[in-house]
């Protein structure tokens, strides 16, 4: 490519050839459409919104494999003849159905499923290819937001065990994730030219909200990624595959590390909650929090930032020593 644009669009050629998708301009094969558009939700979905998302979302991989999940069970379907209870169908079956390894099929899973079909058919109503988005009478499976999960001290040296003894790359893995609070994904697509080991900080390209951030190094990150870049002195990607491209994804080896070391109910996502709740601990503002995380609300952060034992054991401490020092004054005031 001459040009980054250009080179944008290489890519999104490319995307849509290995997942099979359709240009929007490109028309499907006889008799799927008519003249008003396409006739069938999978349709829809293959020739109009997947491009789309190849395009314009940055979790349209995610929209890809949910989408052919959408497109087999309403395959012959028109958009106008999907009612609500319809939708209720879909979600008991799925909620019913075990994945693709056996296991049991999580609700939150299935309204992430239910959240692409509704900006479906809305994309449909916009573009005049329904009349009505049936989604919005139906509800969402009611999940455990707020998880209180983060990792205890002595589960911590459990881990580092564990990694020593199984998958030592991803100790860096883990060590960045503690020291920084960045996601699995922003540090798998980490670069070097992205580490200033001059002014000693961080800059964090590839982010959720596509904000990029700056994050200050302290002396355990920067010893770490020292350490990596004198071992990989010609990697271009802080964490390399054999391929010379980033690591896409460590799911299996970290899911190994933590039976190996004993701890249940425990996921990555829940080592940048360990580190918003260790900067809580210490007193840190819970705006700066928010900076360091990325977020962009405070009600975030304080997901996040769950209150430990001991801060709640000292928040308890002041409002005893207040209330006793009231309860000493009301005394002191009677046998006046």
Known sequence: AANKREARRIESQVRRSVHGVRRRTEAPKAPETTTSGPSTISVFIRDIYLPWAIDNKRSWQSDIYRGRTL????????????????????????LRTATGHGGTRSPNAINKE???????FSMAV???????????RVRKFRTDWQRDR???GEEEARLMGALDALYPHLRSIVIVSLNTGMRLGEILGLSWKDVD???SVVFVRRTKSGKPRYLPMNVALSRELIERRTALPEAEFVFEGRSGRPLVDIKHGF?????????TDFRFHDLRHTTATRMAEAGVHIRTIAEFLGHAS???TMRHAHATD??????????????????????????G
Do not use: W
């Open 71 to 94: 497109s087999d069970y309403f395959e012959k379907r028109v958009f106008d003849d999907v009612t609500p209870m319809e939708i209720e169908r879909f979600k008991s079956e799925r």
């Open 114 to 120: 239910l959240q692409l079909l509704s900006r479906i």
């Open 126 to 136: 916009d573009n005049g290819l329904a009349a009505r988005n049936p989604c919005k």
């Open 150 to 152: 983060y990792l205890l």
């Open 197 to 199: 080991f001059h002014r």
């Open 255 to 263: 899911g190994s590390v933590l039976r190996r070391a004993g701890i």
């Open 298 to 300: 405070i009600q975030m």
């Open 310 to 335: 001991e801060a709640k054991r000292r928040a308890a401490a002041v409002l005893e020593r207040d209330t006793i020092g009231d309860a000493d004054g009301r005394v002191a005031a009677l046998h």
